[in-house]
C-alpha cells in the first residue's frame, strides 16, 4: 500500500499550482473566458421618430439606420392594416406593444369602470399584438400615491391583470409588467414577487434601466429578476443632475453619460442569459427623438453600450 503524508501532499499540491500558473502564462488566452456573443437587438418606440411623411417612410428610415423593431402604444389610432405593410415592406419588426390606459385608468382605481376600462384596453393590446406578432404588451400594474394605497394596489391589480392572463395564454403574448415613477414595486425582490404571484410565466417583467438608477443599481435587478425580464428599455440617469436640478433632470444626459453603469448591466445580463439567447432578445431606446441624424445617434450609442 502506497501511503502519503500530509507534507507530500501540500508540496504536491503547491507544485501542481506553480505549474498550472505556468500554463496560463504561456497562454493568457486561455486562462480568460471568451467574451460572450451576444445577440441583442436593437428597437426605438414610434414616438421617437421625428421624420417620415407615412408610416412606412418612418419603418423604412429606422430599418436603414440599423433598428431590428418599433415599439408601439395600443389601443390607438394605428390602421393595423397600414402597420402590417410597413411592417412587411420594410422588414421592421414590431417588437412589442404598450398598453396606452394604464395612467388614467389605473388596474388599481377606486372606479371599478376604470378598472374594467384597463382590463379591455390590455385584451385589445393582446389581440393586436398577436396581429403583429409581437412579444410581448408592457403594462404598468398601479399607480401609488395619497389616495391609492399600496396594499390595495398589489392585490387590485393582480386581481384584474389576472383576467387577462388566460388569454395571454391562448395567445402567447407576455404580459410585461414595468418598473416606473408609480411609487410602486421599488425593490427588485418584491418586483420578482410581483411577477411570481400570478403563478404563470406569460406575466414577466419589462425592464427599465434608467428608471431605476434615482434609486438603486441597474445590475442588481438584472441579477434578481433573472428568467423574469422579458423586454428592456434602454435610457441612462444622471444622480449629479437629480441632486442639483431636480429629480427628473437625470434624464437629460447622453446615453452611457449617466449612471446607469452599463458594463456592470451587460455582465448582469450576460449572466442571466438575457444577452446571449439564440432567439435574440429585444432593447429598445425609450429616449427623446427626433430626426434621422439625431436617430443614428442613437443607434450608435446603442451599438456601444450593448457591447460594452
Known amino acids: 500500500m502506497i501511503t502519503f503524508d500530509r507534507r507530500s501532499v501540500l508540496l504536491a499540491g503547491g507544485a501542481l499550482a506553480a505549474s498550472a500558473a505556468l500554463v496560463r502564462g504561456a497562454h493568457p488566452a486561455a486562462s480568460e473566458d471568451p467574451k460572450p456573443k451576444r445577440t441583442l437587438r436593437k428597437a426605438v418606440g414610434l414616438g421617437m421618430v421625428g421624420e417620415g411623411a ?3 417612410d418612418k419603418f423604412q428610415l429606422l430599418r436603414d439606420l440599423g433598428f431590428d423593431g418599433i415599439e408601439l402604444d395600443s389601443p390607438s389610432d394605428l390602421k393595423q392594416d397600414e402597420v402590417l405593410a410597413a411592417s412587411r415592406k420594410t422588414g421592421l ?3 412589442g406593444l404598450v398598453h396606452s390606459k394604464h395612467w388614467g385608468a389605473p388596474f388599481n382605481s377606486d372606479d ?3 378598472r374594467a376600462e384597463s382590463v379591455a384596453a390590455l385584451e385589445h393590446a393582446l389581440r393586436e399584438a398577436k396581429v403583429y406578432g409581437a412579444q410581448s404588451v408592457l403594462v404598468v400594474p398601479a399607480v401609488v400615491d395619497g389616495n391609492l394605497g399600496y396594499d390595495s394596489a398589489w392585490k387590485r391589480s393582480i386581481t384584474e391583470i389576472s383576467k387577462c392572463v388566460p388569454l395571454a395564454r391562448e395567445l402567447a403574448v407576455e404580459i410585461a409588467i414595468e418598473n416606473v415613477w408609480n411609487n410602486f414595486l421599488l425593490s427588485p425582490i418584491e418586483a420578482a414577487q410581483y411577477v411570481d404571484a400570478f403563478q404563470d410565466p406569460i406575466v414577466r417583467f419589462h425592464f427599465d434601466i434608467g428608471n431605476i438608477v434615482a434609486y438603486g443599481w441597474p445590475d442588481q435587478w438584472v441579477r434578481i429578476l433573472g428568467p423574469r425580464i422579458a423586454k428592456l428599455h434602454v435610457k441612462d440617469y444622471s444622480r449629479k443632475k437629480r441632486d442639483e436640478q431636480g429629480r427628473w433632470a437625470g434624464f437629460d444626459v447622453e446615453l452611457g453619460e449617466g449612471d446607469a453603469n452599463y458594463p456592470a448591466v451587460m455582465r448582469a445580463l450576460d449572466e ?3 444577452s446571449t439567447d439564440p432567439r435574440g432578445r429585444w432593447a429598445t431606446a425609450e429616449v427623446g427623438g427626433g ?3 439625431h436617430l443614428a ?6 451599438d456601444r453600450l450593448l457591447n460594452a
Do not use: C, E, S
Not at 445617434?297 to 446603442?302: L, V
Open 54 to 56: 407615412t408610416l412606412q
Open 93 to 95: 419588426l414590431v417588437n
Open 112 to 114: 371599478p369602470k376604470q
Open 272 to 274: 442571466t442569459g438575457y
Open 291 to 293: 430626426d434621422r441624424k
Open 297 to 302: 445617434k442613437i443607434a450608435a450609442q446603442m
